[in-house]
């Protein structure tokens, strides 16, 4: 079992700029692919930065150029930067973990994902 604990996040105004953490213990070792996804009110979740860990990372139309993903050395600790926030970036935040790489649109959906946080939350103001 993966328990997955996401800190972090808050208010900033457009612009801005926000780190979130997600801190993973139980089976590190079978962790293969590290994500975070995001959810507006009435909105589907969706995929945001992804890494595997050979550090090969994707990353969500709308988060290139702005959001970093990194790893640290055991896997036990993932993050998201976020630079240049807008207030569409304002959500829910998840962090999620595969036994699997992510390689694929496909291995990157929602239902990919067995291992979940419970979220927190980034709101942006115009």
């Known amino acids: 079992q993966v328990r997955l604990v996401e800190s972090g996040g808050g208010s900033v105004q457009a612009g801005g700029s926000l780190r979130v953490a997600c801190a993973a213990d139980g089976y590190i070792s079978s962790i293969r692919c590290m994500g975070w996804f995001r959810q507006a009110p009435g909105m589907q979740r969706e995929g945001v930065a992804f890494?595997?860990?050979?550090?090969?990372?994707m990353y969500a139309d709308s988060a290139k150029g702005r959001f970093t993903i990194s790893v640290n050395d055991n896997v036990n600790n993932f993050s998201l930067q976020m630079n240049g926030l807008k207030p569409e970036d304002t959500a829910m935040y998840y962090c999620?973990?595969?036994?699997?790489?992510?390689?694929?649109?496909?291995?990157?959906?929602?239902?990919?994902?067995?291992?979940w946080g419970r979220g927190t939350q980034v709101t942006v103001s115009s």
């Open positions: 890494i595997n860990r050979d550090r090969t990372t």
């Open positions: 999620a973990a595969r036994g699997d790489d992510c390689r694929t649109d496909w291995g990157t959906r929602v239902g990919a994902f067995p291992h």
